[in-house]
Every structure is written in C-alpha cells, then in structure tokens.
C-alpha cells in the first residue's frame, strides 16, 4: 500500500527566509509522481510543484523547490523568501501506475505560518 | 470562470437528510474525483470515474453515492445523513491521457451534519 507521512504539523518562518518542509513515502511501485499541494485559507487546493521519479533532477518552479531523495523515499518543499502569501497548508501527495489507477494518496500536511 | 465549480459551497442539514454535492468542470477532463477532508487529515478519496460509464470506489466510499450525469459532471450523493459526515468536500479532474495527469481542484464544499 502506498503511504504518505508529513512528520511537521505546524512549522513557521519569518518573511523572506527560507523553509524547508519534509516529506516521506513508501510505495512498491517503480513509477510514480509526487507533489506538493497548497491550501490556503480561502481552502482552494493549489499544485505548488510535481516530481517524475524516474527523474534524478529536483523539480523547481519559481520560489519553490524539492529535494527528491529516491533511495531515503523523501520529497522535501523547500521555499525561498518566503511571502506572507505563503502561508497554508501544504500537503505532499503521490500517484503510482499501479493498481490504485492513478489516484492521489495525501499526507496529513503541515501548517505553514509566515511571520512579517 | 472557475474551471472546476461545486455547488453548494456550504450547506448545514441534519441526520437523515438526503444530500447532493454537484460538481462541474470546463476542463474537457475525462476523470472526475471525490474527496473528502477532516481537520487534521489529508484528503481521502471517496470516488473516482474515468468516464462517463466508469465509476469506482475510493477508500471511504460506505454511506456515499455518485452519479456521472456527463462527461462534465459528476454528483455525490448522502443518501441518509449523519454528523461524521460532517467535512469539507473536494471535487478533482484529470485529463485522463496519463496516470500521471495533474488533478485539478474545485473550491470545495463545506458540509454540516447536525
């Protein structure tokens, strides 16, 4: 079965610092995808970021980056100068080809605070 | 416009009550997801369908229902209500080419047992 654990409930960082949100899974699958989903309050869910396994570079997307450790099964968001924008929930998620069809498994996510 | 819209947005009932959460999408997307989110969890999947005549169970899918009424449109139904229920509603889409196509999210729905 495939797992997703976000080990942060709540973590917080001061505006234009960096953050770094951790991330682990456990599939038997070779192939899958994560990523990253942001929730606001406004509570839209939002893709922050993906990663294809079969991929070794880390997937970046403007402020926001992974460092996908394959072998440690981790997939940490890291967020440079961070904005009081910023501020959400985020959840990490992972799809596989195998028999769950495509659909995303969720972690518990993590509560991010941005501080002026 | 919004790509994914459900309606409604929020809605209070009590136990027993039969109640449906609409969803639509502009996308063009083959596959449609319901999800459901407790405080403190992530999302869980309730149902799935790939097509209009394709529908699958989810992890959670005991005390739910769901109907494809068309390629753009996907219900979920309580059909007797109760208050674990109670949680916020989520509708996906996918493009369906790939196992790997990125869901969309609608805004979510916000349900109230009493």
């Known amino acids: 079965a495939q797992t997703v654990t976000q080990s942060q409930p709540e973590m917080s960082v001061q505006e234009a610092e960096t953050v770094t949100l951790s991330c682990t899974y456990d599939?038997?699958?070779?192939?899958?995808?994560l990523f990253w989903y942001k929730q606001p309050p406004s509570r839209q869910m939002i893709l922050v970021i993906r990663q294809e396994a079969y991929k070794q570079q880390n997937a970046t997307e403007n402020r926001f980056s992974v460092n996908f450790q394959k072998a440690a099964k981790s997939f940490s968001l890291k967020i440079s100068d961070s904005q009081l924008g910023d501020t959400a929930m985020y959840f990490c998620?992972?799809?596989?080809?195998?028999?769950?069809?495509?659909?995303?498994?969720f972690g518990k996510g993590t509560k991010l605070s941005v501080k002026p | 416009d919004a790509d994914v819209t459900q309606t409604p947005r929020n809605r209070i009932t009590k136990t027993g009550k039969r109640i449906m959460l609409e969803c639509s999408q502009t996308k063009g997307h083959d596959r449609m997801y319901w999800y459901r989110q407790d405080p403190g969890l992530g999302l869980q999947l309730i149902y799935y369908?790939?097509?209009?005549?394709?529908?699958n169970k989810g992890e959670i899918s005991d005390g739910y229902s769901v109907s494809r009424q068309a390629q753009a449109k996907f219900s979920l139904s309580l059909e007797s209500a109760i208050p674990n229920q109670t949680a916020l509603y989520f509708c996906?889409?996918?493009?369906?080419?790939?196992?790997?196509?990125?869901?969309?999210f609608g805004p979510g729905t916000r349900l109230t047992v009493l």
């Open positions: 599939t038997s699958e070779n192939n899958y995808y």
């Open positions: 998620a992972s799809i596989t080809w195998g028999g769950s069809q495509g659909n995303l498994i």
């Open positions: 369908s790939f097509d209009v005549k394709d529908i």
């Open positions: 996906a889409t996918a493009r369906g080419t790939g196992l790997t196509d990125t869901q969309y």
